[in-house]
């Protein structure tokens, strides 16, 4: 099985401040990697595939990166609509959602 | 703008059968695009993905669950199900039933699809 591990559990940013969420997948998955966003009460919503591509309507604040069976996404100036919790899902073998990452007010 | 909707009961008893239907509209189950999966997500946690199934009915189950998940694939009526026997408390949760891309042959397909349902909430009780 392949193991998702997402970092940090949870981080407390202001509006403006730069984000970072890591994924570390336990075997190679080329870029088979979707991020994804939830606020209370609603179902996850896409933002990035493969990767590094924005799904459209995406804001451009928003990116992803890769090195080897590290994965990043990137928020570059977080705004107030941003406070919500973010999940890796891996689908290169089965699928693996990442523990998540609540990023709260500071 | 494909629409999936979950149903079922709300409330199922320790040790029964959890049943849940996702009905898709404005769009065919028969696509080829992606696979068609089930996640769900305890109170205050995080998401858990149980199984996906394509339309042709070939299916993967998480491990954890393998042994207790039956999910199938109706295409006359344009719905999935998930069947989960013997149920504790563990197994309360909101689930979702979701569009959910894949990988085969070196390719991977419906990454740029990306359709949830609302989510049900099922509680296990006596």
């Known amino acids: 099985d392949i193991q998702m591990t997402q970092s940090p559990s949870s981080l407390s940013a202001s509006v403006g401040d730069r984000v970072t969420i890591t994924c570390r997948a336990s075997q190679g998955i080329r870029n088979d990697l979707g991020w994804y966003q939830q606020k209370p009460g609603k179902a996850p919503k896409r933002l990035i595939y493969a990767a590094s591509s924005l799904l459209s309507g995406v804001p451009s604040r928003f990116s992803g990166s890769a090195s080897g069976t590290e994965f990043t996404l990137t928020i570059s100036s977080l705004q107030p609509e941003d406070f919500a919790t973010y999940y890796c899902l891996q689908h290169n073998r089965y699928w693996t959602f990442g523990q998540g990452t609540k990023v709260q007010i500071k | 703008q494909l629409q999936l909707q979950e149903s079922g009961p709300g409330l199922v008893k320790p040790s029964e059968t959890l049943s849940l239907t996702c009905t898709v509209s404005s769009g065919s189950i028969s696509s080829s695009s992606y696979y068609w999966g089930w996640i769900r997500q305890p109170p205050g946690k995080g998401l858990e993905w149980i199984g996906s199934?394509?339309?042709?009915?070939?299916?993967f189950y998480n491990p954890s669950l393998k042994s207790r998940v039956t999910m199938s694939v109706d295409t006359s009526k344009n719905q999935f199900s998930l069947k989960l026997n013997s149920v504790t408390a563990a197994d309360a949760a909101v689930y979702y039933c979701a569009t959910l891309p894949y990988c085969t042959g070196g390719s991977c397909y419906g990454q740029l699809y990306d359709s949830w349902g609302q989510g049900t909430l099922v509680t296990v009780s006596s």
């Open positions: 199934i394509y339309y042709s009915g070939n299916s």
